[in-house]
Nanobody, 122 residues
């Protein structure tokens, strides 16, 4: 059984940094892509960043390039999202996801965590 558990969301001031974690269990070698998505109130879930679990390939949405860094620790089965220079528009519930293909499209991921709230105030 696949399980993804996010943590690290907080309420912070603009300009602050946060690191989100996603601990994965039950993933097989076929589930090699993982990503971070976010959903703000009244908006659709949007892509933030993704990586190939066993390679260095990463992708970011334009609005977070240079501020966010996605990474993984294979030994700990954990994926991270380091978020620097946070802005109020980054406020959302952040979800991690796992799937077979490295993609920016939410519905192409098979497994999702429960989400962690990030709130950035000005």
């Amino acid at each position: 059984q696949v399980r993804l558990v996010e943590s690290g969301g907080e309420s912070v001031q603009a300009g602050a940094s946060l690191r989100l974690s996603c601990v994965a269990s039950g993933l097989t070698d076929s589930r090699t892509a993982m990503g971070w998505f976010r959903q703000a109130p009244g908006k659709e879930r949007e892509f933030v960043a993704c990586l190939h679990w066993r390679a260095q390939t990463t992708y970011y949405t334009e609005s977070v390039k240079g501020r966010f860094t996605i990474s993984r620790d294979n030994a700990k089965n954990t994926m991270y999202l380091q978020m620097n220079s946070l802005k109020p528009e980054d406020t959302a519930v952040y979800y991690c996801a796992a799937g077979a293909y490295l993609t920016t499209i939410p519905h192409e991921y098979d497994y999702w965590g429960q989400g962690t709230q990030v709130t950035v105030s000005s």
